[in-house]
Antibody, heavy 118, light 113 residues
Framework: QVQLQQWGAGLLKPSETLSLTCAVY????????WSWIRQPPGKGLEWIGE???????NYNPSLKSRVTISVDTSKNQFSLRMTSVTAADTAVYYC????????????WGRGTLVTVSS | DIGMTQSPDSLAVSLGERATVSCKSS????????????LAWYQHKRGQPPKLLIY???TRESGVPDRFSGSGSGTDFTLTITNFQAEDVAIYYC?????????FGQGTKVEIK
């Protein structure tokens, strides 16, 4: 069974950098795409971006200037970095597996609440 | 971006009855070359990650009870829950993966009447 375990700092100040990592256990790492999605309090889901095992990335244009997703295939991990955070970036951040290119999100991490507050 | 609009925002269903959630996309998510609708449905319970229920608009994910079904094509889609159970209380989201950025509906909260 595929499991995604995520971690990272949960409390940031405005202008700081958000950093989250997701480790993948079970299943193939190289055969899929790896995504980040967030959900602000009381709001819906927003796709942030994704990366392939080879490092090819796609980002939401609304966040692209501040977001970097990277992969470490030696550890079966991928990471999210978001610069210059504001209160609007307060959300639960989820990592997820995309089954294939242009395909569904079939396994999700449990989520990390990131709060941005001065 | 493809806009995804769900209706209703919330609904209350009696146990054993049927729940129907609608999702409309601002443009077609049917890819003509493979005749697939790039549309998924997720169940999201409080404190848990979203769970994939349906993909390709109507294919049930392994392990999902057959009381959950998806239908529709192009821009109009429906998630139906028959014989509604207490454990089905959740927020349900549709999701288009036809194009980047992927987008989600705003969610439909389904509760017990």
């Amino acid at each position: 069974q595929v499991q995604l375990q995520q971690w990272g700092a949960g409390l940031l100040k405005p202008s700081e950098t958000l950093s989250l990592t997701c480790a993948v256990y079970g299943g193939s790492f190289s055969g899929h795409y790896w995504s980040w999605i967030r959900q602000p309090p009381g709001k819906g889901l927003e796709w942030i971006g994704e990366i392939s095992h080879s490092g090819s990335t796609n980002y939401n244009p609304s966040l692209k200037s501040r977001v970097t997703i990277s992969v470490d295939t030696s550890k079966n991990q991928f990471s999210l970095r978001m610069t210059s955070v504001t209160a609007a970036d307060t959300a639960v951040y989820y990592c997820a597996r995309r089954y294939d290119w242009n395909d569904r999100l079939d396994f999700w991490g449990r989520g990390t609440l990131v709060t941005v507050s001065s | 971006d493809i806009g995804m609009t769900q209706s209703p925002d919330s609904l209350a269903v009696s146990l054993g009855e049927r729940a129907t959630v609608s999702c409309k996309s601002s443009q077609s998510v049917l890819y003509n070359s493979d005749n697939k609708n790039y549309l998924a449905w997720y169940q999201h319970k409080r404190g848990q990650p979203p769970k994939l229920l349906i993909y390709w608009a109507s294919t049930r994910e392994s392990g999902v009870p057959d009381r959950f079904s998806g239908s529709g094509s192009g821009t109009d889609f429906t998630l139906t829950i028959t014989n509604f159970q207490a454990e089905d209380v959740a927020i349900y989201y549709c999701h288009q993966y036809y194009t980047t950025p992927q987008t989600f509906g705003q969610g439909t909260k389904v509760e017990i009447k």
